[in-house]
């Protein structure tokens, strides 16, 4: 039988799960937890099904958990079902606090030439997660996410940054016109993407300070924010298709950038 010390841990899990917990944030899975772990997250509760406690990996991991986390609480799965976000119980949950990065340690953070991404008004968090982890593999400085954008650290994010928002420099909140302004003030060059540009993505000097700014799934930037980016360049596409979807359009520009700038083959 649960105790009320573990059915209390649980309310709170649904209460950070379901975003209503500020500065908390709900992982789970064995491989995203290892990823919180790794990060050096400060870690409130760690919450695990038996079944998985009988496995090697997960063991190992629930032992090293238990020791820089404030409670550990070992649960049915029926129990642990309860709490998931996902419809199959991945059978642990961790319960951390989210990264600090706000607004001056973001900027003070980033190097004098960086490439950045801006996401802006994406609001399916996993195109989200899928960028964040696009953005670190392609060696991304920092991600910036403006109002309206989803939470890069929901479960859904998390789960498709698979560790990524833990350890990438993120900017949340700003708007769009005011990371243009710093993008100016910084000599950082902004660039979009627009089916109509003039210049090929390869064509564009990705070596230089960059901002990438990429908008909502279903529209787009607009004309005006197009507009008011410093440069907009076109992925060219073939057959009667007219645009990508923003995660996959992002990879495609962003490895440009790092071929440009590390020489990737």
Request: glycine letters at 8%.
């Amino acid at each position: 039988m649960i105790n009320s010390r573990d059915n209390s841990l649980l309310r709170r899990a649904r209460s950070v799960r379901d975003g209503k917990v500020d500065k908390m944030i709900f992982v789970e899975g064995l491989r995203l937890c290892e990823e919180a772990l790794r990060s050096e997250l400060s870690i409130e509760a760690v919450i695990y099904s038996e079944e998985i406690a009988s496995k090697e990996r997960a063991a190992r991991l629930i032992d090293d958990l238990s020791k820089v986390s404030e409670r550990v609480a070992s649960v049915s799965e029926k129990l642990l079902a309860s709490i998931s976000y996902t419809k199959t119980p991945q059978g642990i949950v961790v319960l951390a606090a989210r990264p600090e990065m706000d607004e001056a340690k973001f900027k003070s953070s980033q190097p004098a030439s960086p490439l950045l991404i801006v996401m802006h008004g994406i609001n399916n968090p996993v195109n989200v997660g899928a960028i964040l982890r696009t953005a670190e593999a392609a060696g991304v400085t920092g991600a910036i996410a403006t109002a309206n954008t989803a939470d890069a650290f929901s479960p859904k994010a998390l789960r498709g940054a698979m560790g990524s928002a833990f350890r990438l420099p993120i900017w949340t909140g700003p708007s769009y016109t005011g990371v243009l302004e710093w993008c100016t003030e910084r000599s950082i060059h902004s660039v979009c993407a627009d089916a109509e540009g003039m210049k090929v993505f390869t064509d564009f000097d990705w070596r230089r300070a960059c901002a990438l700014m990429v908008g909502p799934e279903s529209s787009g930037l607009s004309s005006e924010e197009m507009a008011a980016a410093g440069e907009a360049v076109r992925i060219p596409m073939q057959g009667p298709v007219e645009s990508l979807n923003v995660a996959v359009a992002t990879g495609i520009l962003l490895y440009e950038a790092a071929r440009q700038r590390r020489g990737f083959g």
